[in-house]
């Protein structure tokens, strides 16, 4: 009889395999926000803080030198730190034996996809809460007053084109591919995929390297929707009036970041131990180390309008 390949507590690498994938689908469907980002490992044994200087441009020389004379020597560089702190996350279910013996659930597989679902899910509402925090917001085209946006104020074509005015007006970093990139909710979504200048993705000329859940674009802006809608009644908008968010920002406006060696993944343990001296529960987790942080908020503007 084949020895029980769970005794250390481990699982075999077939079922390690299988569980990761099976993780990883519902968590990447679930995390969008941190696309278009600065992502970056941290170093282990170098501390929790990470701190950035942004320098200030230079005075631009616009007088002609003097024939034979060197430029004029500058000592005055201005320069502004940001800083982030890595945090650690996670979540765990306990699973009964008895329960995953039973269950129609083989092997788990829903309640997997249910931890990697909540992992993903978590680090987005991360990412738009940092994006809520730190960033510049922008009222309807029309109105111009965040406080006083009417219920008629949807998401336009207009409104893309203001904040598109003000982010290149900031010197925005654009993508590789020249384009700025927005995260539309389902209910901003409605409204402007019925702008006539929408571009959708299956009319796109070219395309290949779409970003996830990305839905189309309109005046060189790629959107991707974000299902976790961020609303808000009466602080933003008139009073009753319901306002949901959209992100418009440039490259290297935020960075997300997590730690070498603890980036956040699926741990299942099972198996007996003087915690489970019979082996009657199993565990799957997610944690990890993780932290979002907005780079340059003059390169990310967040938009309110009535739905």
């Known amino acids: ?11 075999t690498a077939e079922m390690m395999t299988y569980y990761e994938k ?32 942004r320098y200030t441009p230079l005075a631009l020389a ?16 201005t320069g502004t730190n940001v800083s982030c702190t890595l945090a650690e996350y996670g979540n765990t279910l306990k699973v009964a034996k008895f329960l995953s013996l039973t269950s129609i659930d083989a092997r788990d597989k829903e309640k997997i996809e249910l931890v990697g679902q909540n992992m993903g899910e978590t680090l ?22 965040i406080s006083t946006v009417k219920s008629s104020e949807t998401l336009d074509a207009n409104d893309v084109r203001a904040v598109l005015k003000t982010l290149e007006i900031n010197k925005a970093q654009k993508y590789p591919d020249g384009t700025f990139l927005g995260k539309v909710d389902p209910y901003e979504k ?38 976790d809608a961020l609303s808000s009644v009466g602080l933003n908008g008139a009073s009753g009036v ?33 915690g489970n001296q019979t082996g009657r529960f199993q565990m799957i987790s997610w944690a990890g180390s993780f932290v979002v942080k907005i780079l340059n908020s003059d390169w990310i503007r967040e938009l309110f309008n009535a739905v």
Request: with cysteine; charged share 20%; aromatic share 12%.
């Open 190 to 227: 409605y409204n402007i995929i019925g702008d006539t200048t929408w571009v959708a993705v299956k009319e796109y000329s070219d395309p290949k390297d779409l970003y996830k859940a990305e839905i189309g674009s309109l005046y060189g802006v790629r959107f991707i929707e974000n299902v």
């Open 124 to 145: 987005n509402r991360l990412v738009r809460s940092e994006f809520q925090n730190a960033t510049n917001t922008f009222a309807p085209y029309h109105s111009r007053n």
């Open 62 to 77: 616009t007088t002609a030198l003097s024939e034979g004379a060197n430029p004029a020597t500058t000592t005055l560089v």
């Open 22 to 53: 099976t993780f990883l689908d519902r968590a990447e469907y679930a995390l969008v926000l941190d696309q278009g980002g600065q992502k970056r490992s941290h170093g282990g044994n170098v501390g929790k803080s990470i701190v950035f200087t």
């Open 242 to 274: 319901t306002c949901y968010s959209t992100f418009i920002h440039g490259d290297n406006a935020f960075g997300v970041y997590d730690l070498a060696g603890d980036q956040p993944k699926m741990y299942i343990t099972s198996g007996l131990d003087s």
């Open 1 to 11: 009889m084949a020895a029980l390949m769970n005794r250390t507590g481990g699982l």
